[in-house]
């Protein structure tokens, strides 16, 4: 587990860098919020397709050797693409090795968490999750300070050299031949095979959705911007917030691995997240009690993501492939989510999505509080 673990590490640190990153850059170069939003949309939906890609060979040859094959290249590779990018067309291609990068690690995580913790599979999984916040978070607040002491390219310099950090504990991967770092090889036609998932399967997939489009837009285009063009923030300020969310959204997670997953923790988590939600929009001096708050309702809901997810798909013998399956809704709403946001922020401003993004965690959260339970 300490190699998965200093991975996801690695992967998530320079993704909270690049998250923050991105959309600033591409506002100082003057870019339009509506092709912003289409930048970055771009990720998931490849993203989507190099799972499922990679998690077909993972399930049928094993999982450990492809982190070293995708993810360090591609984590290199668009690092330095985001380097040297100077129009829209370069910042799609990079997102295009960025989304390479993320989907070659959640190919393969769970199962190596699956098949390394046997009946500790949702503990670890959200612990896991804990230490993707923690690094998003250091990720934020390094990309927030050296870009305003040193400026873009410097700020992409430092995390190109994180990226290449990751090859050492995916050339670990990759030389341990310890059967219990694999799972059993399968054949194409058992592990494609569409009557494997059920009418629950496909809800869960669906409730996995709501979870989604009630933060990545937020996290990923709405708020570095909100922040930036209408609060007027610098980019320390903003780097550190994003840390302090992440932290918040860890020491939810952590603090609560014991706690079950019942109807009063639900009750818990939509009152915060309601009440942040809804009056987000509103806030100015107030905007990152509110922001924490957020932090606190993901954190808290995280356990029930896992949780419906290691419901769908434990003890099959496809779990790459099935989880990348369960994910496929998820990812074109998150493309969809992308582009509407920044479409609708231009024309209505921020108050409908921040509104939404509440309704869409009530909807979730009540779902797979019913999964859960079942």
Known sequence: MKRILTITFLNFFISGGLTLIIPLLL????????EIGLVLSILPLVFLLVRLVIALIADSRGWNRLHL???WPGSVISVLIYLVANSTPFFLFGKIFEAIKESSFWALNRTAIFSLSPNREVKEATRNTAVIFLSTAMGSAI???????????????VFAIFALLIAVPAALC??????????????????????????TFWLISITLLLFSLAFYPLLNLLIPVFMAQQLGYSYVTIGIAFMLFNLVASAAIFGTLKTPLGIKRVIIQLAIGLSASFLLAFANYYFLVLFFMLAISEGLGMGFFEAIIAKATKGKPSVSIDIGMLHIPMRFAEFASLLYAGFIAKRLGYAPLFVSSGVFFLLFSLLALHFVRK
């Open 143 to 157: 990309a927030g300070l050296t870009l305003s002491y040193f400026g873009f390219t410097i700020t992409l310099g």
């Open 27 to 34: 506002l100082e170069r003057n870019v339009d919020l509506v």
């Open 69 to 71: 094959l995708f993810n």
């Open 174 to 199: 990759w030389k341990n031949d310890n059967q219990n770092l694999k799972i059993t090889p399968s054949g194409f036609g058992k592990i494609v095979n569409f009557r494997n998932y059920g009418k």
